[in-house]
Structure formats: C-alpha cells, structure tokens
C-alpha cells in the first residue's frame, strides 16, 4: 500500500529549505555611483552664480520627476550681495530650461538707501499639499552691503508648476520676542512629517548679539502659508558666532541634526524632532576630528544608511577658501555619530572654488542628486579649473531605498 505525504507538510519541507538556502547568502552591502555633471558653466569675472539647490516634483513618465532648480547670482566686488533668484527646470534630467529671472523673488527697495532680498534659498516638495515650498531667509542691504545689525526673517515662497512661477516671497512669523529678531532658515535641510506639518532648522540671537543658537520649529503649511506652531530645544557653543545654519534628517525613526559652527561642526540627536541632545563635535570612528569648520554640511538617506555631505581639511585643499571643496560623502554610524572613515568618498572634486553651500534631494527610491555651485570668490581663483559650473553629483543607489 503507498503512503502519501500530506502536500503542507511537503510545501513545510520545502518552505524551510529555501529558509535555510537564503539565510546562507550573505547580503550585498549597500553601494552607489556617482554621476557627475554640468548643468551649466562660465564667469565673466564680475558676478557668479551661487546657492545652486534642487526640488523634485514627481512626475510620471520614465524620468520620475521635474527638477526645479534654483540660484542667484553674487556680486564678486561685495561680500553676500545677492540678486533675485532664478530658475532652471528639467523633466528628462538632460535637457535644462532657463535660467530664468523671477521678480517675486528678487530685491525690494526699503528707503533711498535700503533694500531687502531673500537670499539661502531651498525648494522642496511638500507631499501633503502637493507643492514646491523654498524656504531661506531675508537678507537687509544698505548702499548695496549687508547690514551688520539687522533683522532677519524666515523667508519662503511658493512653486507654480502649471506657469513655472513662484509667489512673492514672504516671511514667516515667529513669536515676538527679542531672540527672534534676527531668525532665519538659511541652506536649511527640513523634514516633513506624514499630517503635512514641517520641521524647520532655524538659527536665531538677539540683533545685538553675537552667538546664535539653533532650533528646530514646527510648522503648518496649507499650500500657500508657512505657520509657525512651535519650536524645540535650543543649543548653542560659546565659540564665535555660536551654532547655526543648522540641518536635519530623519532615519530610522530618530532625527539627526548638523550645525555649523565657525571652528567646528556639531551633530545631535533626538526622538521627537524637537527635543535635541547636546551637541557633539563631528569625528571620525578613528576619533579624529572631522576637520569640518566654517560651513553647512547636509544629509543624504537611504532606508538602509545614513551619510553625510561635508567640506573638510587636510585634503591637499589649502589653496580653497576655508577648505570648502571639494565635496565629501561618507557613511555615519547612528549609534555613535561618527564619520565611518573608510567610507568617505569624493563626489565633486576641487578646482579652486568654494563649495560650502549645496543642497540634497532625493529625486526617486534609486537615486539622489547633490547640487552646488563653484562660488568664484576670491577673485582668481579661475587659475585653478574653476569656471562657476553648476554641478549635480548624482548618487545611484546599487538597490531602491525601500522607505517609499
């Protein structure tokens, strides 16, 4: 007489075969490309462009979002003298449109004397409302140079994709109390959260003071206004000009935090997004220090890591005003916020010019972009290679970040 086995126990068998064959192979690590390219490139020795950051509107099609990108151009005679903002877009990510000025984002005349401009400027996409929100902040002129004491003001603006506009940059407002005269979100790296509300890094300080502190603020945003609803912990370091142009990500269910400092770079953590640890030098997992001082750094995330984009000495990069290029990327250990040395990699390489001030977006689960400007201050440094190119060093994902 046969025996028959029972066909769940057979699929049993071969269900915990497979188990066993698949945990033998040891996973792939995680690993990416770099795609380095030129948008756009030349100098006419009198002004530059500069603040070059990118947001992504997805999109359907085979290229899986339009590209906005921003900039304005700097006044090589002057120190931070800004004009409107224009645009460049692409929906294919190799045909670009533009540069095209925007007026809604340009200077506005204060007095005979005066002008008021927005200025640090960073688009992102803000899923719960569906549009492209740029946030910075206000900038005050007096006979074309920067005020020295000055308020200053969370600045942001609007996208129209339908007619490629942007609406009249506004402020938002913060509660009226005298550490928030001078308040803004310059270069700053936001996170929203899955109801619509933001969290927005801010550095703020009495007008009169020197050292500013860093917070993270809560906000509502309907589409057209920014609101202010709260705002977290804040934190500063009795060096300098204190802690400020602040950055933030969120990994993993926690929210990392990154400051510049004059001397130093500072990293923090936190559970909620708002209440922040103290802040910590970055190093490297050999505890040496970083070697990051005197510029923004900003994050780039997969689902399964958590790097880091950053300027730094002791790269053969003496010749490069405060050692802002070239443009490194290297892996963090969440656990003890270091710097994996092993991992850090030249994204855009140097010729001469300051790279302090770019931008991350995440353009699909494959693939984000880091966009920067050769900011061609001081004047020669063209000697070098330089040519105030406008770069995207596009990170390419070995597998898709699995967070979408």
Sequence with gaps: MKKFIPVCIVLGFLAAGNHFAVADEKPQPLTYEVDLRTVTEGFDGKTCWVQARTGAIPQTGDFPATIVLTMQKLLLSGSDVFYALNEMRTTDGEQWIGPTEHSTLGRRRLSETQEIAICDFTPGWHAKTKKLLGTGHSVHYENNKVMHVRKRSVAYSVYNETDHTWSEWTTMAMPDQPEFEDCGAGSAQRVDLEDGTILLPVYFKKKEEKQYSTTVVLCDFDGEKLTYKKH????????????????ITKFQNKYYLTMRNDEKGYVSVSDDGLSY????????????????????????IHSEKLFLVYTRRGANNDHVFRHRAPLFMAEVDPKTLRVIRKTERIIVPEKGARMGNFAVVKVSPHESWVTVAEWMQPVGIEKYGSNNRIYTARIKWSRPDKSE
């Design 232 to 247: 977290g912990s804040a934190h500063t370091v009795p060096i300098k000009r204190g802690l400020y142009e602040p950055s």
């Design 277 to 300: 640890s103290e802040p910590i030098i970055w190093k490297f997992d050999v505890e040496q220090e970083l070697g990051n001082y005197n510029t923004q750094q900003h994050w780039v």
